[in-house]
């Protein structure tokens, strides 16, 4: 089980500088690293669809509807990072291809789901993971090299080393993808207009 300092380390090793004991120890390392972690931690939850973080939960709707296009609304999770699925919706094409108007199905604004969708909501979700414990550690790796990527010209001031770092990072995510830390279940295409007039 990795804990932040050991994805840190796992950062700093990459650059070849020396490892810290502890987030806060006395050293330009240990300083960089807890300047961006919690950021890097952030934003690479986001970035993709990891299974370790993914979950679900059912939303009521809130006393107030929005002002106008959507008839509901919902407060999203506390912890809600990336929204993954609203119900069963799947964007089906209309038989016409012209649209005059935005028919999107929900839309995000404010800490809120805006949608005409009936309640209460189901809604599948990326939360914010801070328990190291819970990590893949594939996105220990990429968090790792991240932190190396980012922190590479205030430790290094070198070019080469922070090249170093974006591959191993890229590196990293392409193996999440294969080894399916990073989820993403078979789709199948909706038919387009072209393909139901012809039924």
């Given at each position: ?26 050293s330009k ?25 993914s979950t ?53 604004e404010n ?89």
């Amino acid at each position: 089980m990795s804990s932040e300092v050991d994805i840190c380390n796992m950062g700093l090793t990459l650059l070849g500088v020396s490892r810290i004991s502890a987030l806060t120890d006395n050293s330009k390392s240990a300083r960089a690293c807890t300047a961006v972690y919690d950021m890097l931690r952030l934003a690479e939850l986001r970035k993709h669809f990891w299974s370790f973080a993914s979950t679900r939960i059912i939303l009521p709707a809130l006393a107030t509807p929005p002002i106008w296009q959507f008839g509901n609304a919902a407060q999203l999770p506390a912890d809600f990072v990336r929204l993954i699925q609203v119900n069963d919706y799947y964007a089906d094409p209309a038989m016409m291809d012209y649209r005059n108007q935005d028919d999107s199905a929900y839309v995000i604004e404010n800490d809120q789901i805006l949608t005409d969708f009936a309640f209460p909501l189901k809604v599948r979700y990326i939360q914010d993971v801070t328990d190291t414990g819970r990590f893949d550690p594939l996105f220990c790796m990429a968090l790792g090299a991240k932190i190396a990527e980012t922190t590479c010209q205030e430790l290094l001031n070198s070019d080469q080393k922070q090249g170093i770092a974006q591959k191993s990072y890229q590196n990293a995510i392409t193996e999440a993808m294969r080894a399916n830390s990073i989820e993403k279940a078979p789709e199948g295409m909706a038919d387009d207009s072209w393909m139901l007039i012809r039924l």
